[in-house]
């Protein structure tokens, strides 16, 4: 098993920025491809962006290319989500996750391990 502890959530004014992280135990953290989804008030939870094992490739959402970077630390367990520029629309809880196979995917269906979220608020 897999468990994952998201960090870093809070309120900040549009444009402002904010650095989300996400603790890793109980599996070796490398094997795994990590993703952060999001779900917004009264929406679906979606895809954010996701990070390859060794974090040599990464895929981000269109409406957040250019303003979010995933990165991860293989050494320290962790991925981590840094935010910049943000929008009132990137309101929603972020979600950390967790996939066993190798190749990135998008959808949530295909992770395995899920944390419990942490509040991202963009006041406008």
């Known amino acids: 098993q897999v468990q994952l502890v998201e960090s870093g959530g809070g309120l900040v004014q549009a444009g402002g920025s904010l650095r989300l992280s996400c603790e890793a135990s109980?599996?070796?953290?490398?094997?795994?491809?990590m993703g952060w989804f999001r779900r917004a008030p009264g929406k679906e939870r979606e895809f954010v962006a996701a990070?390859?094992?060794?974090?040599?490739?990464?895929r981000y959402v269109d409406s957040v290319k250019g303003r979010f970077s995933i990165s991860r630390d293989n050494d320290k367990n962790t991925v981590t989500l840094q935010m910049n520029s943000l929008k009132p629309e990137d309101t929603a809880v972020y979600y950390c996750a967790g996939r066993q196979k190798i190749v990135i995917e998008f959808a949530e269906s295909e992770y395995d391990y899920w944390g419990r979220g942490t509040q991202v608020t963009v006041s406008s």
């Open positions: 109980g599996r070796t953290f490398s094997s795994l491809v």
């Open positions: 990070i390859s094992r060794s974090g040599s490739v990464t």
